[in-house]
């Protein structure tokens, strides 16, 4: 087992191209969003496990020897079990959550729960930990942060386990899990998916594991090869939506008006792909031309989007305030609010990014200059992270 602090991330995610649209069979392109989920495990001889999550305010403890007691033998079904609605609730018993509870706070303990119980059953005894799990994602935004806190957990609490070999070695900052390993890691991390959301498509923790960018069609992910990083802008809204509402929204327009709606979803599975082909191309040289094109790309698919009833006035603004700085924008996610992508040509003069940037906030919008397309779960030399960081971590 560890005798110091481990530190791992992980990144979000974002729809590039294919929303909704993947709904009815087509492509969908999937990209890691560099605003990180960061997890500091902690081994203790103290008999207490302790989960710490700031930015939702939880903090919770238990007694090793209390778990040990547990009935655990519902988890033992195979080498990654899968969890079933009765072991769920289950485990809800076990921590004492209401049954009828779907909190945030509530799912992200049960999710740890089951991983630490799940993954750590194989030892002699029960581990003494101190987790503390932060996030530069906003909750609840379609950005996969419940699956980067699945990623995180499920990679660290497999390394202390000794199920996976820690990859940081003397001189690294920042290293990362051969592929077999991050095969396990995103088996676990899928576990976790389900016990928050029941049954996830598996893209948001495929994305959070490998990183860069991955290609979603009927079930089947593949990754991009060698997917460039692109620098954007990434805004939030805040308007809530109900993503359920918006996917029943399109397939009653699909049923109203077949012959005008599958055009539509066709079109924007063309989109997908060309885009899947520009980036290929890009990989190996990128010219601007390319990026004119990934503009025009994001112009036609917003206007399919909004066309299928999933656009929002606040989506409208910020596509007319980000074009009046000469930059192209598109929803991601769901629609109908919730958060839009800008991207970033690297011509672009630092102060229009600004001003830019600078017009968002002031409709009121949250906004993060960050890239897509970057590296998957990573495990960090706990003194290479930058100072706020290592703050939320509780110091390291």
């Not at 990144?11 to 969908?28: C, Y």
């Not at 706070?105 to 089951?114: G, K, S, T």
């Not at 000794?162 to 051969?178: A, M, Q």
């Amino acid at each position: 087992m560890l005798s110091g602090a481990l530190v791992v991330s992980a990144p979000g995610k974002v729809i590039l191209h294919g929303e909704h649209a993947v709904v009815h069979g087509k492509v969908a392109l999937a990209v890691a969003l560099n605003l990180r989920t960061f997890l500091r495990l902690q081994p203790h001889s103290n008999g207490k496990v302790s989960l710490n999550l700031p930015n939702i305010g939880a903090k919770q403890t238990w007694d090793v020897a209390n778990l040990q007691l547990l009935d655990t033998s519902f988890l033992e079904q195979g080498d990654v079990p899968a969890p079933t609605t009765e072991q769920v609730e289950k485990l809800k018993e076990v921590a004492g959550i209401p049954k009828n509870c779907t909190s945030p706070e509530h799912l992200a303990v049960l999710a740890f729960l089951y991983l630490y119980l799940a993954i750590c059953r194989k030892q002699r005894s029960l581990l003494s930990l101190d987790i503390t799990v932060w996030s530069e994602l906003p909750p609840g935004a379609g950005l996969g942060s419940s699956a980067a806190y699945s990623v995180c957990l499920a990679a660290a609490l497999l390394t202390t386990c000794e199920d996976i070999s820690n990859p940081l070695k003397d001189g690294d900052s920042v290293s990362r899990w051969p592929e077999e390993d991050l095969e396990l890691i995103n088996q676990w991390a899928f576990c976790g998916e389900r016990v928050i959301h029941g049954n996830p498509s598996g893209v948001d923790n495929a994305i959070s594991t490998w990183g860069g960018a991955l290609r979603y069609q009927q079930g089947k992910i593949s990754s991009l090869n060698r997917p460039l990083t692109l620098q954007i802008l990434l805004t939030n809204t805040k308007v809530p939506r109900s993503t359920k509402a918006l996917v029943a929204g399109v397939r009653k327009r699909l049923i109203k008006f077949p012959e005008i709606v599958a055009p539509l979803l066709t079109s924007i599975d063309a989109i997908s792909r060309e885009c899947e082909h520009v980036l290929a191309e890009m990989a190996a040289a990128p010219a601007l031309e390319q990026y004119l094109v990934l503009e025009e790309l994001i112009d036609m698919n917003q206007h399919h989007l909004n066309a299928l009833g999933v656009g929002h006035a606040s989506l409208d603004q910020l596509c007319q305030v980000t074009a009046a700085h000469g930059l192209h924008s598109k929803l991601t996610g769901a629609g109908g609010g919730g958060c839009g992508i800008t991207l970033l040509r690297p011509d672009l003069e630092r102060a229009e990014v600004e001003a830019a940037k600078q017009a968002l906030i002031g409709c009121r919008f949250d906004c993060w200059e960050t890239s897509i397309g970057g590296p998957g779960v990573s495990v960090h030399l706990a003194s290479s992270l930058h100072g706020p960081i290592c703050q939320a971590l509780g110091g390291l």
